[in-house]
């Protein structure tokens, strides 16, 4: 599966931002640019406010649930033709046995109502080439080529329209698998003797022309791996179709930067604040496409935290569901949906129309916020319930809880806030936390040192607020568990001499002794290397120790060894530093380093 840019543009920013303080300012403000597309689109608004879309993989791959010829497989179920090579013409018999008796529009658009979300997208043609509505120009559609004989895509976009919902359709414009023109299937057919342009005027263009005119108005076009067509030819597709529904937003994976907002790679969340549209896509277990031997589902708790996550850095988290053959929508999706929806219903006000906080990410949680307010998501209570937030100059007029409304104490020294916060359970997903000020909204500060403090069981200090020297550098890792369902991390790498280091600015806020952990993968080529942890003006040595290769696709393990332990006498800002003890291998690829309270 190819690679967007965006990752490059990431790691490169970052790697540029962590050398320089000024340097960072202004990579900062080029990420912002970056992130916003030239000229925003008017209809643009709805969506930054919207925050929590459901992203729906629906087709004949759901009929297979992962199954071909008796063999089980994994990772993205929609992706099983090509896994398994399955020829054009074996996979189309497939419509035959594509029945889904269960599916029912108005159920679905009240799961969409209940966990909250505020628009809906759904595969009307993914790479398999199968159209799930009643396509004139192909006659491998649901209602020609499947016993079902009706389109349910006309029943959705409606059940979903008259709840307020906006609708929009995913469709893959290059990557068609079933037509010999079409992109991508190299088992039936040559790519180099294919002609796309035929393959777009004959299907994909029309195709997407009966979409924007046959469903009433679409809120999105998702559009999906392009290619097969020319900067002008794509400027020429985008235009015509935007003729048709001028409202329409087009996914940024319409290419050549013509999308009207930014999609990341699959399951990846900037490690900072991006200005402009943008959306993190997740699968709710491990595949987009409906396996039933794929039970990895994220929790109520984990949706909520990705999506107050993703929300406090400025974008939106559409969450997917791969319905089966039937068109059931998997239990778990529906009772985790319905659990993120009723925590949605109490606390909706610090997700919807937010933007990002103004205070990077700490121990106790992230923010969000609206006009002279700050919206604090306390992921982790302080054990001793003193929730500091370290750098804020702007008047505080009030702190108090978002659903009781009940007002808390807070105190100030110069620009260091404590507010003391109530008791509460745990295992709560998200508590929050209404801080009001005056004054706008503070800019974010990338230079504002991480946090670190004896009230958590640990403190991390992720790579991308490192300060990287010589050939270290910060990079965005990407990796797999199964085909398909990439993975990102940021790690430090590239530190193989004496003059590669990586430095954190730590502000330890209570004294007391601290383990100091380092999280890395390591391949066995560069394990038993010395290295040196200097903290609090002492030296530790270390030996790596073998972690696992690092290749895209499979697991990329990360070790946590703890290396030292120091005693921090008085509160204060810090520098943690790692580097080799000798030129070599790679040291390790540094994911963070957690500071854990010695209790
Ligand atoms: C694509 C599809 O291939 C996949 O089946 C699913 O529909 C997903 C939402 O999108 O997969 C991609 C596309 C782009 C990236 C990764 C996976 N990317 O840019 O990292």
């Keep these: 599966m190819m690679k967007y840019k965006w990752n490059k543009i990431i790691a490169g920013c970052m790697m540029l931002a962590m050398n320089y303080k000024t340097v960072k300012a202004q990579v900062m403000d080029e990420m912002w640019a970056q992130g916003s597309v030239a000229k925003e689109h008017p209809n643009i608004q709805w969506f930054k406010d919207a925050k929590f879309g459901l992203f729906i993989h629906w087709g004949l791959y759901s009929q297979l649930a992962g199954n071909w010829n008796g063999k089980r497989y994994y990772g993205s179920g929609e992706w099983i033709m090509n896994q398994a090579k399955i020829p054009a013409a074996t996979y189309a018999k497939v419509a035959a046995d594509f029945n889904p008796v269960r599916f029912n529009a108005e159920e679905w658009a009240s799961l969409a109502k209940e966990a909250g979300v505020k628009y809906m997208v759904i595969t009307a043609k993914h790479h398999e080439g199968f159209a799930m509505f009643d396509s004139k120009v192909s006659d ?74 046959g469903y009433g108005p679409l809120g999105i076009v998702w559009f999906d791996l392009p290619g097969g067509l020319s900067k002008e030819e794509t400027r020429k597709l985008v235009d015509s179709l935007h003729a048709l529904q001028p409202k329409s937003l087009f996914s940024s994976r319409v290419g050549q930067g013509m999308g009207d907002y930014k999609d990341f790679g699959d399951s990846e969340v900037p490690p900072v604040p991006i200005k402009g549209a943008w959306e993190s896509i997740y699968t709710h277990n491990d595949s987009w496409g409906y396996i039933e031997h794929d039970m990895n589902f994220k929790s109520p708790k984990e949706i909520i935290r990705l999506l107050a996550n993703v929300a406090s850095k400025g974008g939106n988290l559409m969450l997917n569901v791969g319905p089966d053959g039937k068109g059931a929508i998997p239990h778990y999706s529906v009772q985790y949906l319905r659990e993120t929806g009723k925590w949605l219903a109490k606390n909706g006000e610090s997700i919807y129309a937010t933007t990002f906080g103004s205070i990077p990410a700490q121990p106790w949680g992230v923010t969000t916020s609206k006009p002279g307010k700050l919206f604090l998501h306390v992921l982790n209570r302080p054990v001793n319930g003193q929730l500091i937030i370290p750098a804020f100059a702007n008047e505080v007029t009030g702190v108090y809880d978002l659903i009781t409304k009940q007002h808390l104490a807070y105190n100030r020294k110069q620009q260091e806030l404590t507010i003391q916060v109530p008791a509460f359970d745990r295992e709560t997903p998200d508590r929050v936390f209404v801080m009001e000020y005056k004054g706008k909204q503070p800019e974010y ?155």
Aim: glycine share 6%; with cysteine.
């Design 140 to 213: 491998f559609t649901i209602v020609k080529a499947s016993p079902y004989k009706k389109d349910p895509m006309k029943a959705l976009a409606t059940a979903v329209g008259k709840r307020g919902i906006k609708f929009g359709f995913y469709y893959s414009q290059f990557v068609d698998w079933h037509e010999p023109n079409g992109g991508r299937n190299t088992w039936d057919f040559d790519e180099s003797k294919k002609n796309y342009q035929l393959y777009y005027q004959q299907k994909a263009i029309p195709q997407l022309k009966e979409l924007l005119t």
């Design 445 to 599: 500060d990338t230079a504002a040192p991480v946090v670190a403090s004896q009230q958590y069981e640990q403190n991390n200090l992720e790579a991308v607020f490192a300060k990287t020297s010589g050939n270290a550098q910060v990079k965005s890792l990407t990796f797999s568990h199964y085909f398909g369902d990439w993975k990102h991390t940021n790690c430090v790498t590239g530190m193989q001499t004496m003059n590669d280091s990586v430095n954190f600015k730590v502000n330890i806020m209570d004294a007391g002794d601290y383990k100091v952990v380092l999280e890395y993968a390591c391949p066995q080529e560069s394990a038993r290397q010395e290295g040196i942890l200097s903290v609090n003006g002492a030296n530790h040595f270390f030996r790596t120790l073998r972690s696992s290769e690092f290749d895209k696709s499979a697991p990329l393990m990360f070790i946590r060894h703890t290396v030292a332990i120091t005693t921090i006498r008085q509160k204060g800002v810090y520098t943690i530093g790692v580097k080799p003890v000798q030129d070599g291998k790679e040291l390790f690829k540094l994911k963070s380093i957690i500071l854990e309270p010695v209790k």
